[in-house]
């Protein structure tokens, strides 16, 4: 029988739940902007401040954590929740603006690939969160953080065909050089959230 570790004072699991939405918010937005093929300074612009707030949230949590006695679950797996979420939206907000600097557009097939892999599992992960106090989903957790993991050897998979399509039809080296990195941050993104799942499913062992 899975312990019920839910607390009465839920504050924890109300700001984590409000930072993952807010990191499936900017992924869904990127996604969006992809899509319409623009990238310009207010895209950046908002994508920035979502991770803004997103820092905002993972201070706010620490901050709780400094204050507070007991926690509905260990501290260390509160903290180390928030600030892997955290460094999601961090790596968003690079790509974001990487792609701003290096003057990119938007379009490319495989980048848009990313981006939707990404989005999917931001959201999973906004799931994951959501249910992850009621201890009657547990299961539903779990399935989520599997399909995070199918995502992210998915995004291994785009990596590959998008650095040998690079190599093979770019001609210009600095194109090959910046198409390269974005890639690589993007697939970085998604192991990103793969780390978040894994906590995620520490945190259930714990407490299963």
Not at 3 to 31: G, H, R, S, T, W
Not at 78 to 97: C, E, F, P, R, T
Not at 107 to 122: N, R, S, V
Request: charged share 30%; glycine share 4%; proline share 2%.
């Amino acid at each position: 029988m899975a312990i019920n570790f839910i607390p009465k004072e839920v504050k924890f699991f109300d700001y984590l739940n409000l930072q993952a939405e807010n990191l499936m918010k900017a992924a869904a937005f990127f996604k969006e902007a992809v899509k319409d093929g623009v990238l310009d300074e207010a895209e950046v612009k908002k994508i920035h401040n979502l991770e803004h707030e997103g820092d905002t949230l993972a201070h706010e949590i620490t901050d709780m954590l400094n204050r507070t006695f007991i926690t509905p679950i260990d501290r260390e797996d509160i903290y180390a929740l928030a600030n892997q979420l955290d460094d999601v939206l961090d790596m968003l907000n690079a790509m974001a603006g990487r792609m701003k600097l290096y003057k990119l557009k938007p379009g490319d097939e495989h980048f848009a690939q990313f981006i939707d892999l990404i989005d999917q599992a931001a959201a999973a992960l906004a799931s994951a969160v959501k249910y992850m106090p009621d201890t009657k989903r547990q299961r539903r957790v779990l399935d989520y953080c599997i399909e995070i993991n199918r995502l992210e050897n998915m995004g291994d998979q785009v990596r590959e065909k998008a650095i040998s399509h690079l190599f093979e039809t770019e001609k210009d080296p600095i194109m090959v050089i910046k198409w390269k990195e974005i890639y690589e941050v993007a697939e970085g993104t998604l192991d990103k959230c793969e780390h978040v799942a894994k906590v995620i499913e520490s945190i259930l062992v714990k407490h299963g």
